[in-house]
């Protein structure tokens, strides 16, 4: 689960102020622009709400002096635009919580609060990252949208009438309700609304939830976008009778669902009614491993007390309700800066541009690549090298770059430069596309790949040298890998010029074909995935169609697969599948032998695990000569796995005794978690019999 985030502790009355300024700065430039020309938030959601819960934690320690205008007691930071549609019932907030233990810690707190157990259960639904509005609905017919503004007074914004999916413009029956919930673009109407706004010369939105709120705000624009609204609650309108008196949540949601209007119930992370906060804790998480596979952001979960009456007992603050709680999910998104954009050449040629990175932390891994689009993409949304841009992540998809903040662009910051030749071959481009590609299409990169797939460690045939391969591509005769084993004893002595090389080639062919998935998969050239992660997957699916009908969370499973390869892996290998169904059709072995030696062997523990060893410095005696991968293939070979970093599981460090009895980082590390250090010549005589 979520932790919280770490939070830099203010510490004099000059930070606390300059603390309450940079908030202030970024919640002005999300909620105040015109919708159009508005600047970028300039703090990322992730850093906002640690600045945040840093002003909060000083206010604690210092109550007297604390600002009567601290963003702390005000909706929106005090920087939203208040408009003049006063409303009826305040639109509140919701205080945040960032773990399990502070979801229970409120659950604690609201049952003191009643002085009893919550009766009447929680509610769990998505939080929808989307900006807030209050419809009003008068006889069945929508005549004003709201937004939330301070949450006293909102903009009127009825002007976004007819274009929200969720709200429609009548309902079935004709109640006079105010409904309220939160408007957003999901994943497919953002990026239909960026491709409007470029055809129109404006500027693309950074992310969906800045594309709502100015969408929100502009009143004259020349286009219309599609937006969608999901309901989380509603206020009586008029003094109408729409909502019975005590109604719980749930059964509010239930009635304006039935009305025809959507709501968090009608959504794919539905809300769900539960009996203890622990079982709400269940639910977040599901939410959570739900939250990649949904078209639309969602910045966390929201618990509810459902009862009305418990609601009414618990109260309010001066910003949130104490009845609810929203649970932050670690952010997808985040600023940070654009280094450099590197180019790669497809397997069709096509010059794949991806941004390098200041490191940062997205959804509870490190980034730093980036997907960019192409060169057009580029220019459109005008990055320049030293922007500070914003990296968005959505589940299993590569984190790509969604926008520049231009109001943070350094004086000598450059336009991405384009490449003027293919980085790979050095020939001419072809600019008439969008994509960008290299002349000779997939002869750029070709020879390459298959003089890679003949390598000793994928296919191993060997005679198959540059210029035969060259030969065989010019010839037309090979366009894929999967194409080597379709070749026949003619085409082979004319690309080798002998009959006798292109017999010797044929049966060397045929052996290919009859090579383990591990070969197979290796052959394929999948970036990230070299012989030994090939070897790991086959070991692990055992057949290509297990292998291919992973998703990237299933991949994760094969160790050295971590969240950052496994969806390129994933991806990679759908954009391979006709390659892959021609090796098939021709007779490759896509299937993997069980290892008979598994699970034996002096490094297999007692439980029947691999031991894991480390080894480090320089290796002395049988040791000497086989090089960091030769000493990884004997552990693996003797039972055990290898390991990078020393942890509590290590079962040895390998390491060559202390010159001058100073130890290394790792063996000191390895004294300090009792990890046995074993020298190098002592490990060799533990799986003699593993040593080649
Ligand atoms: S309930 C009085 N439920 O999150 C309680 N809010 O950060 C009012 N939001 O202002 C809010 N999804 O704009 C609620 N399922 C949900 C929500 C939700 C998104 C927004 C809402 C609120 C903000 C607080």
């Known amino acids: 689960m979520t932790t919280s985030p770490a939070v830099e502790a203010l510490s ?37 709400d640690r600045e945040l819960l840093a002003i909060a ?11 009567a205008d601290s963003p702390t007691h005000q909706v929106a930071a005090g920087a939203a635009p208040a408009g003049d549609v006063a409303h009826t019932v305040p639109m509140l907030s919701l205080d945040n919580v960032f773990s399990a233990e502070q979801l229970a810690a409120w659950g604690e707190s609201l049952q003191r609060r009643l002085g009893r157990p919550v009766e009447g259960g929680f509610t769990v639904e998505p939080k929808l990252d989307g900006a807030a509005v209050a419809a009003r609905y008068r006889d069945g017919r929508l005549v004003q949208v709201v937004t939330r503004g301070d949450g006293r007074f909102g903009e009127d914004v009825s002007h976004v009438i007819g274009t929200v999916e969720g709200l429609p413009e009548l309902l079935e029956t004709p109640v006079t309700v105010e409904v309220r919930g939160e408007v957003l673009f999901t994943q497919a109407q953002f990026e239909r609304a960026n491709e409007i706004r470029a055809e129109h010369g404006a500027k693309v939105f950074s992310n969906p939830r800045n594309g709502a709120a100015g969408t929100l705000r502009a009143k004259d624009r020349p286009y219309r976008l599609a937006m969608t609204f999901w309901a989380y609650g509603a206020v009586p309108l008029d003094g109408g009778s729409f909502l019975p008196e005590g109604a719980p949540h749930s059964e509010v949601l239930a009635l304006l669902s039935r009305a025809g209007v959507r709501t968090t119930r009608d959504n794919p992370a539905a809300l769900l009614r539960v009996r203890t906060v622990e079982e709400a804790r269940a639910r977040v998480e599901e939410i959570q491993a739900m939250r990649p596979s949904l078209p639309f952001g969602i910045d966390g979960v929201v618990v509810k007390a459902d009862d009305a009456a418990e609601q009414r007992a618990a109260g309010f603050g001066s910003r949130f309700p104490y009845w609810a709680i929203a649970y932050k999910l670690p952010a997808v998104e985040r600023t940070t800066r654009l280094l450099d954009v590197e180019w790669n050449v497809g397997r069709t040629g096509v010059l794949a541009p991806r941004a390098r990175l200041e490191p940062v932390e997205l959804d509870g ?11 057009a993409d580029i220019r459109r949304r005008d990055l320049h090298i030293g922007d500070t841009v914003t990296v968005y992540k959505a589940g299993d998809i590569i984190p790509r770059v969604q926008a ?9 910051a450059v336009a991405v430069p384009l490449p003027e030749a293919c980085p790979h071959c050095g020939g001419a481009v072809d600019r008439s596309q969008e994509r960008w590609r290299c002349v000779k299409g997939a002869a750029c990169r070709l020879p390459a790949l298959i003089a890679y797939a003949a390598q000793r460690d994928c296919l191993d045939i060997d ?17 894929d890998i999967a194409d080597l084993y379709t070749l026949d004893l003619e085409t082979l002595t004319a690309a080798s010029g002998s009959a006798k090389r292109g017999a010797s080639l044929l049966a060397q062919i045929e052996a290919a074909r009859a090579r383990p998935l591990s070969r197979q ?13 090939s070897q790991r997957i086959a070991a692990h699916f055992r057949t290509m169609d297990a292998v291919r009908a992973a998703d990237a969370e299933a991949m994760r499973e094969v160790e050295g697969i971590g969240p950052e390869k496994a969806p390129g892996i994933v991806a990679a290998l759908a954009e391979l599948g006709p390659v892959i169904d021609k090796m098939a059709a021709a007779g490759a072995d896509l299937t993997e032998p069980v290892d008979p030696g598994a699970g034996e062997g002096p490094l297999v523990g007692e ?40 942890t509590a599981e290590t079962a040895y460090l390998v390491a060559a005794p202390a010159a001058g009895g100073k130890l290394s980082s ?19 005589e533990l799986v003699a019999d593993h040593l080649a």
């Not at 934690?57 to 600002?67: I, V």
């Not at 031991?611 to 991968?629: F, Y």
Request: glycine fraction near 12%; include cysteine; hydrophobic fraction near 40%.
């Open 12 to 48: 004099t009355p000059a930070q606390y102020e300059a603390a309450i300024a940079r908030v202030r700065a970024a919640a002005r430039a999300y909620y105040g622009g015109d919708g159009d020309t508005a600047a970028e938030s300039v703090l990322d959601d992730a850093t906002y």
């Open 57 to 67: 934690a000083y206010e604690e320690a210092h109550p007297g002096e604390t600002s």
């Open 365 to 375: 891994s490190v980034v730093e690549y980036a997907t960019l689009h192409n060169p």
């Open 404 to 412: 520049a903040v231009v109001a943070l662009r350094p004086a000598d």
């Open 463 to 479: 005679g198959l040298g540059a210029t035969y391969v060259n030969a065989l591509v010019a010839s037309g005769a090979v366009a």
């Open 521 to 533: 998969l290796c052959a394929l050239g999948i970036r990230n995935t070299g012989r030994r992660l």
């Open 607 to 646: 439980d029947g695990r691999p031991m894991k060893v480390v080894v480090t410095g320089k290796m002395t005696g049988p040791l000497a000569d086989l090089g960091r991968t030769g000493v990884k293939d004997l552990i693996e070979r003797a039972g055990g796995r290898a390991g990078d970093t020393v």
């Open 666 to 684: 790792k063996a000191a590390k390895a004294q300090k978690l009792g990890v046995t250090v074993i020298g190098p010549e002592e490990f060799a």
